[in-house]
């Protein structure tokens, strides 16, 4: 969506609300609409031009005196855009999915309240609700939850023990939580973990265990990260392998963390960068593919993928000497 229809929507949803609300702080109103003060005070400026007609008494008027000295907005000649702005029947079903999807990581109280919403824009959506949508996420032990909820609620540092699926580990670490969120299905602890000195993302139905400490949690100066790509992001330190893509494996470029470097040669055979959590998951990987990726560097690491290919085979041709005896 451009800026210019992001501002046209935010002052049609702004008019109303500071018509039925008289002497709203901009810095409230900021926050309300998710944008910052000086976008208020730069909204409010174009309103000003904004009317019926081209006189005074025809354009919106907002008390400068008081948006000046005291922050405050008090909006008058706008009673031509006295109703709310109305929503299409698309956009309160997108409304309704994503309600769902925040219910499904919310604690008690947020619940009553996104409930209460829900109620709200099914009703006013009519017939156009009644299809059912359902929003599935991943089960989590409701005692860990709640555990998680009760650390976020009141500020308390939370001790976790945590299943790392793909070193078959097991870790126990203390960890200040920040916001619990849904991602692809599933419920993600964004927290900072101090075993690990940063920002960590701890999927829900992983974690074994969650208590919460007599410790208040402290301020780390870490901006959450943006998830549109994912929760899983490639950095200056991430472990890398450099691999040969066979054609049939290039769906995997779709699937996992792969930067192509390259044109394909005769065969269709491209090189490329394939990214991971650690080496040992690299590893499981490329060893999926059944041969259609191939390692060329670390070195290390192609050794260690050869020498698993071949205890795997040895134990194959193991199993089926020892069934052509019997």
């Known amino acids: 969506m451009s800026k210019s229809r992001d501002q046209v929507l935010r002052m049609l949803a702004m008019v109303p609300y500071l018509q039925s609300n008289t002497g ?119 005692d860990i939850r709640q555990a998680i909820q009760r650390g976020l609620s009141e500020g308390r540092r939370i001790e976790l023990s945590y299943a790392t699926v793909s070193r078959d580990d097991r870790t126990d670490r203390l960890v200040d939580p920040r916001r619990v969120f849904t991602e692809r299905g599933r419920l993600y602890l964004e927290a900072w973990c101090l075993m690990a000195q940063d920002l960590r993302f701890f999927r829900l139905d992983r974690v074994l265990s969650a208590t919460v400490t007599d410790q208040p949690v402290e301020h780390h100066d870490a901006a959450s990260r943006d998830l549109s790509a994912g929760v899983f992001t490639v950095g200056d330190e991430t472990p890398y392998l450099l691999v040969r893509l066979h054609p049939s494996a290039s769906w995997m470029s779709e699937y996992y963390p792969m930067e192509i470097l390259g044109d394909a040669d005769a065969d269709g055979v491209r090189t490329a960068k394939l990214f991971g959590a650690d080496t040992g998951w690299l590893r499981r990987v490329v060893l999926r593919s059944a041969g259609a990726v191939a390692v060329i560097e670390p070195a290390d690491m192609r050794d260690a993928v050869i020498a698993s290919a071949q205890a795997a085979l040895a134990a194959y041709d193991g199993d089926d000497d020892t069934a052509s005896k019997e």
Not at 82 to 102: C, D, F, H, K, N
């Open 24 to 142: 709203v702080p901009v810095n409230d109103l900021a926050k309300e609409l998710g944008v910052s003060a000086r976008q208020i005070r730069d909204d409010l400026l174009l309103l000003m031009m904004t009317g019926k007609g081209e006189f005074g008494g025809d354009l919106i008027d907002v008390n400068a005196d008081a948006l000046t000295d005291d922050g405050v907005i008090y909006l008058r000649d706008a009673e031509f855009l006295s109703r709310p702005l109305r929503i299409t029947a698309q956009e309160g079903a997108g409304l309704v999915v994503a309600l769902r999807t925040l219910r499904a990581s919310a604690g008690t109280e947020e619940g009553a309240v996104i409930d209460s919403a829900l109620t709200k824009i099914e009703s006013a959506l009519g017939e156009s609700s009644r299809t059912r949508v359902d929003v599935v996420v991943d089960s989590v032990d409701p």
